[in-house]
């Protein structure tokens, strides 16, 4: 089945100890998210990807980064966590730029998740 | 810009009882409506949209959902429960460029 697979589920790292977390997908969709989503909280989209074109949210610190290096895999690194980043984190895909029309562009398909620890 | 509130943050529930889950949005705009489910440490999972026509959207696991234009609405409903449905609900809705969240409804179905 066509899905989006995220890697490791499971993360802990240390205070200030660079962390990568991963995201493939088989959809051959063209948008890729990643969401912040801190305990009983609501997801918190942190940037996203257009084909190659990088979007980051206004309030995205700077400590996070993100690569995508082809359409399949998109990454999200944590250059210096902080115990305040442990959240789980979730990538999700669209077939087409939310607000283009038609319910390909409209519908996210997410991964199961990267829960972050952070010591 | 476009939003929506989850009005219960919590709803216990007996099992085979029928549940609903409120949701309102606020737009001026064509409206997106999306409820999805997490179960506890998963990623969220598609459980109905709502881009256009049929007021009444149909979703997965025997769930459905009405849009309701006078009211804002687009409350979630579930005629009988299981404990298989005990998650975390949550209301969404397309602004510009994002999907964006209500604050969640925890379910908690009982025997």
């Known amino acids: 089945d066509a899905m989006v697979i995220q890697n490791p589920r499971y993360q802990v790292t240390q205070f200030g100890k660079p962390v990568t977390l991963s995201c493939s997908q088989t959809l051959n969709h063209n948008v890729m998210y990643w969401y912040q989503q801190k305990s009983s909280q609501a997801p918190k989209l942190l940037f996203h990807?257009?084909?190659?074109?990088?979007?980051n949210e206004a309030d995205t610190p700077d400590n996070f980064q993100s690569r995508r290096p082809n359409t399949s895999f998109c990454f999200l690194d944590i250059r210096s966590p902080g115990l305040g980043d442990a959240a789980m984190y979730l990538c999700a895909t669209s077939r087409a730029r939310i607000g283009t029309g038609g319910s390909g562009a409209n519908v996210l398909t997410f991964g199961a998740g990267s829960r972050l620890t952070v010591l | 810009a476009q939003s929506v509130t989850q009005l219960d943050s919590q709803v216990p529930v007996f099992e085979e009882a029928p549940v609903e889950l409120r949701c309102n949005y606020s737009s001026s705009v064509s409206v997106y409506l999306f409820w999805y489910v997490q179960y506890p440490n998963q990623g969220l999972q598609l459980l109905l949209k709502?881009?256009?026509?049929?007021?009444l959207v149909k979703g997965i696991n025997g769930f459905e959902a009405e849009f309701n234009k006078s009211q804002t609405s687009f409350h979630l409903r579930k005629p009988s429960v299981h404990i298989s449905d005990t998650a975390e609900y949550f209301c969404?809705?397309?602004?510009?460029?994002?999907?964006?969240f209500g604050a969640g409804t925890t379910v908690t179905v009982r025997a």
């Open positions: 709502y881009l256009s026509g049929s007021t």
């Open positions: 990807y257009y084909d190659k074109d990088f979007n």
């Open positions: 969404a809705s397309t602004n510009d460029y994002k999907l964006s």
